[in-house]
């Protein structure tokens, strides 16, 4: 059962377009949701997160949109580049009893082309 | 550069035999997770240590097993290898801080042949 589904799985956009990816959880424990990037070869590196007790967090170009009522949150990358193309994984965690526990469960991923 | 360090960064190998991957926490990061990422299944957990002690289980399978030592460095050990072990694994930390930001090693490819 995949619990958290990401959709496009891939998607291409123009420099300076803006590149949204979409994130739609189904178990109501989740209390974190973050978004990594991955480039070929790298592991993936943490590059937002939210909370959701707050509907949308922004840092720099990057922006969490999120909607508990819908289980549902998205990444925006505003003014995107070709140095931003990768692939980004949404995921979900939630803090089991007694603590510690905190595994994340992924998206299956987007791949992002920015043409220049 | 996560902190976090895995080695061998790959590694090739027959079907049964035995492998080990290490992973080093950043420094002061107590919990070590791993994960395992293939075309077909994505990114799966596959267990947590905490100061040494296992926390919790994922999608692992039983010819996996994996330790944390005092030094906090984790070892991953997978047993009777087979052509669909072939995967990346990755190790990630965590000081449990917040939300629990895990900080994601470079990765260790396994092929099996």
């Known amino acids: 059962q995949q619990q958290v589904k990401q959709s496009p799985q891939s998607l291409i956009v123009q420099k300076g377009g803006i590149s949204i990816i979409n994130c739609a959880y189904e178990?109501?424990?989740?209390?974190?949701f973050p978004w990594y990037q991955q480039f070929p070869g790298k592991g993936p590196a943490l590059l937002i997160a939210i909370r959701p007790d707050v509907s949308e967090k922004k840092e720099g170009r990057f922006t969490i949109s999120f909607n508990k009522s819908a289980k549902q949150f998205s990444l925006h990358i505003m003014d995107s580049q070709p140095g931003d193309s990768a692939t980004y994984f949404c995921?979900?965690?939630?803090?089991?009893?007694?603590?510690?526990?905190?595994?994340?469960?992924f998206g299956k991923g987007t791949l992002l082309t920015v043409n220049p | 550069d996560s902190g976090v360090t895995q080695t061998p960064k790959h590694l090739i190998t027959a079907t049964g035999q035995r492998v080990t991957l290490r992973c080093s926490p950043r420094s002061g990061d107590l919990s070590v997770y791993w994960y395992q990422q293939s075309l077909d299944q994505g990114l799966q957990f596959l267990i947590q240590?905490?100061?040494?002690?296992?926390?919790a289980k994922g999608n692992i399978l039983e010819r996996f097993s994996a330790q944390q030592f005092p030094d906090l460095h984790s070892e991953l050990n997978l047993s009777s290898l087979e052509l669909g072990d072939s995967a990346l694994y990755f190790c990630?930390?965590?000081?449990?801080?917040?939300?629990?930001?895990?900080?994601f090693g470079p990765g260790t490819r396994l092929t099996v042949l």
């Open positions: 178990n109501t424990a989740f209390d974190y």
């Open positions: 995921a979900a965690s939630s803090v089991y009893s007694g603590g510690s526990n905190y595994k994340l469960t």
């Open positions: 240590y905490y100061n040494g002690e296992e926390r």
């Open positions: 990630a930390s965590s000081s449990l801080a917040g939300y629990n930001e895990q900080f």
